[in-house]
T-cell receptor
Framework: QQQVKQSPQSLIVQKGGISIINCAYE??????FPWYQQFPGKGPALLIA?????SEKKEGRFTISFNKSAKQFSLHIMDSQPGDSATYFC???????????FGAGTRLFVKA | DAGVTQSPTHLIKTRGQHVTLRCSPI?????VSWYQQVLGQGPQFIFQ???????GRGNFPDRFSARQFPNYSSELNVNALLLGDSALYLC?????????????FGSGTRLTVV
């Protein structure tokens, strides 16, 4: 019940295309859903996050869509660029909790 | 402003040895969390410390221990190293004790056990 399942494992997108990464969770107590971006040799960096009181959040080219009833959320990267090539992790945590549960990651490669 | 700093960046140890990893959080952040990231997987929670007290512990054996100092820096100690402890160890800094406000991660310590 503590897992966050992420798909796909890897993704290749043409420059200018839309990258879509999906995640699903079981624990309905989760109330914070961040996405992290990780480049080789670096730690994950917080990209964008959403709480379940909204169904969508947009920051620049990055959008989170959230479906509370389906217990699913996804990251959309519009106009994908080669510089977006990285590993993306979805995650979840809860109010009063002390840890964040991470998905297994998606390796995104954007072809120039 | 300096981000989260971790030392050393890389480390090679032999099975059975002990290792100490260090982390300095962002100035003003009182919470430090430690995560283990095995190659090809997402980070796994090890410990959280807030105001020098352990606030949470993940599903790791007692060979793993940590502490937080008065200046909020932290150490992660691992005894009796096993090959399976080879991983990237990440330190995460946050203002709040709760996990649902996001982290700032350091670049990690790459530990290789041979």
């Amino acid at each position: 019940q503590q897992q966050v399942k992420q798909s796909p494992q890897s993704l290749i997108v043409q420059k200018g295309g839309i990258s879509i990464i999906n995640c699903a969770y079981e624990n309905t107590a989760f109330d914070y859903f961040p996405w992290y971006q990780q480049f080789p040799g670096k730690g994950p960096a917080l990209l964008i996050a959403i709480r379940p009181d909204v169904s969508e959040k947009k920051e620049g080219r990055f959008t989170i869509s959230f479906n509370k009833s389906a217990k699913q959320f996804s990251l959309h990267i519009m106009d994908s660029q080669p510089g977006d090539s990285a590993t993306y992790f979805c995650a979840a945590s809860m109010t009063g909790g002390f840890k964040t549960i991470f998905g297994a990651g998606t390796r995104l490669f954007v072809k120039a | 402003d300096a981000g989260v700093t971790q030392s050393p960046t890389h480390l090679i140890k032999t099975r059975g040895q002990h290792v100490t990893l260090r982390c300095s959080p962002i100035s003003g952040h009182k919470s430090v969390s430690w995560y283990q990231q095995v190659l090809g997987q997402g980070p796994q929670f090890i410990f959280q410390y807030y105001e020098k007290e352990e606030r949470g512990r993940g599903n790791f054996p007692d060979r793993f221990s940590a502490r937080q100092f008065p200046n909020y820096s932290s150490e992660l100690n691992v005894n009796a190293l096993l090959l399976g402890d080879s991983a990237l160890y990440l330190c995460a800094s946050s203002l709040e004790v709760a996990a649902n406000y996001g982290y700032t991660f350091g670049s990690g310590t790459r530990l290789t056990v041979v």
